[in-house]
């Protein structure tokens, strides 16, 4: 589903984010990608949704690659991999609904298939209570699960988080969590950018890949037991 | 739908900006539909004048009035030529003295007559231009009997000189006018783009089409090149009444030029948005 070949990627002249990346993520697949903040994580999720390219090597995500993939594709691959971000980024003047409504909107769903697919999206994050509450109103938690349900309004095959629970108390982090595992269950291949190593101890079947300084140094499906 | 009603928004959120925006483009329109009533009016004046183009020749004195007779047949033959008229000496001060009676005495008193006898060619329809009458008045010329040849040359250049004057003003006003226009309309895009960064960011995110993010915008661009156009037209009209009623009388241009302008205007609003648009969409990244 995902694919790094050898990429290297250099943010202006010298600074180099990555070097010599190579890995995959099979569908279906849940993965924690961590290591010291700079050391690449943000970078790979970036290149995974084409936000950027690399300097040198080749990004595939389902069939696009990112030596080929011109400007006019890059919605369609965005449809098809979901982007959860630390800081949540909801619109302050919408509600709960209203958020995730405009994802739907902007892709092109009309109007009246919406409210249903709305309701739809908020009862499986398990929001559906909350729907008309304006983002100030919600706790992290919930604002973070409303951000999750707006990145699935385009039934991703790919979702990416970029420590989704680095805001949240261990109570909020555990239950977006474990929202993630379901969505993981259902078929979606899920990679999580974080740096929480209690969370990842306390997940040993989720698959582990560590990065310092833009190469990895650690990879748990290669790594003998 | 949703376009208009975003770039309605978009106007609420900048209103002096857009104010500006509309005034800008009205105000370059303005000068153009000034300036294109006038050359209208001049345009009227000139085909009046050209219909009153005529060759004047005037004959030497003791020429046999024969010869006079025979070349008479001759110009009249020319195609640009629709009649030619003798007016002999006699006549000639017959006439003077009929049109310029504060003369009459001095014309009563004379004893040689002083006016020269004349053939008056008039032109024929399409032929009434400063160039035909030039070809006309030159072969005229050539005749040894002819004196003299005139055919209000100056007046008429002048008059078509005044119409490309006209026109080459109003272009570069209004085209200094319209940049400006372009200019403002595109930091009111930029600044509708800017207060709706994390929106597009989002959308962008969520795999929203290019066109769907831009189309606000350029509704936006299109709506405030309207209102410009049709304020433009409004006071254009205004000071058309005006002029009309107190200075002198004038038409109003044909409709269908409003339509245009008006058509311009919108495409010239919805040019500078794309212009605006494209460059700053480019820079707003989902990360």
């Given at each position: 589903m995902i694919k790094l070949n050898s990429v290297a990627k250099a943010y202006?002249?010298?600074?180099?984010?990555?070097?010599d990346v190579s890995l995959h993520v099979a569908k279906g697949e849940m993965v924690f990608l961590t290591?010291?903040?700079?050391?690449?994580k943000t970078t790979v999720l970036r290149l995974v949704h084409m936000q950027t390219k690399p300097t040198q090597g080749e990004v595939r995500v389902s069939r696009f690659s990112s030596s080929r993939i011109r400007r006019r594709e890059l919605p369609e691959l965005r449809r098809r991999v979901g982007f959860v971000f630390q800081d949540f980024?909801?619109?302050?003047?919408?509600?709960a609904a209203e958020n995730v409504a405009f994802a739907l909107e902007c892709t092109g769903t009309p109007r009246a298939k919406a409210g249903p697919r709305v309701q739809k999206l908020l009862a499986q994050v398990g929001l559906a209570a909350r729907a008309r509450s304006y983002p100030r109103e919600l706790s992290g938690g919930e604002q973070q699960r409303v951000a999750i349900a707006r990145a699935l309004a385009t039934e991703p095959l790919v979702l990416l988080a970029d420590e989704?629970?680095?805001?949240?108390d261990e109570r909020a982090s555990s239950g977006v969590f474990d929202l993630f595992r379901r969505i993981n269950a259902s078929g979606t291949t899920l990679v999580m950018a974080t740096h929480d190593a209690e969370l990842i101890r306390r997940n040993p079947d989720v698959r582990v890949i560590e990065l310092e300084n833009g190469a990895v140094v650690f990879d748990s499906a290669t790594a003998a037991p | 739908m949703r376009s208009v009603r975003e770039a309605v928004a978009g106007f609420g959120r900048a209103p002096l900006l857009g104010g500006l925006s509309i005034g800008s483009i009205a105000v370059s329109l303005f000068i153009v539909g000034l300036f294109a009533v006038a050359g209208h009016n001049v345009d009227r004046a000139l085909s009046g004048v050209e219909s009153r183009v005529e060759v004047v020749a005037y004959v030497r004195d003791a020429v046999d009035e024969e010869l006079v007779g025979l070349a008479v047949a001759e110009i009249e033959a020319?195609?640009?030529?629709d009649e030619v008229t003798y007016v002999s000496k006699v006549e000639a001060l017959y006439r003077a003295s009929q049109e310029l009676t504060e003369f009459s005495d001095v014309f009563s008193d004379?004893?040689?007559?002083?006016l020269p006898a004349s053939l008056v060619v008039q032109l024929a329809d399409g032929s009434r231009t400063p160039d035909a009458a030039e070809r006309v008045a030159e072969r005229i010329e050539g005749y040894d009997f002819v004196e003299e040849v005139r055919y209000g040359r100056e007046w008429v250049d002048r008059l078509y000189r005044l119409r490309r004057v006209v026109g080459g003003g109003a272009l570069l006003l209004g085209g200094s006018f319209a940049i400006g226009a372009v200019l403002l309309i595109g930091i009111a895009v930029r600044m509708a783009i800017l207060a709706r960064r994390r929106e597009i960011a989002i959308m962008k995110t969520v795999g929203a089409t290019e066109a769907y993010i831009r189309r606000p915008f350029l509704v936006e661009g299109l709506l405030t090149g309207l209102l410009g156009g049709l304020l433009a037209a409004l006071l254009t009209y205004g000071a058309y009444r005006i002029v009309d009623r107190t200075l002198l009388p004038l038409e109003w241009v044909p409709e269908w030029w409003v339509v245009v302008g008006l058509v311009f205007a919108a495409l010239l609003g919805m040019a500078a948005a794309t212009r605006a648009v494209r460059r700053e969409l480019k820079r707003i990244d989902v990360y």
């Open positions: 202006g002249r010298s600074a180099r984010a990555l070097d290591g010291a903040s700079g050391a690449g980024r909801l619109l302050e003047n919408l509600t989704p629970t680095g805001n949240l | 020319y195609p640009e030529v004379l004893e040689v007559n002083p």
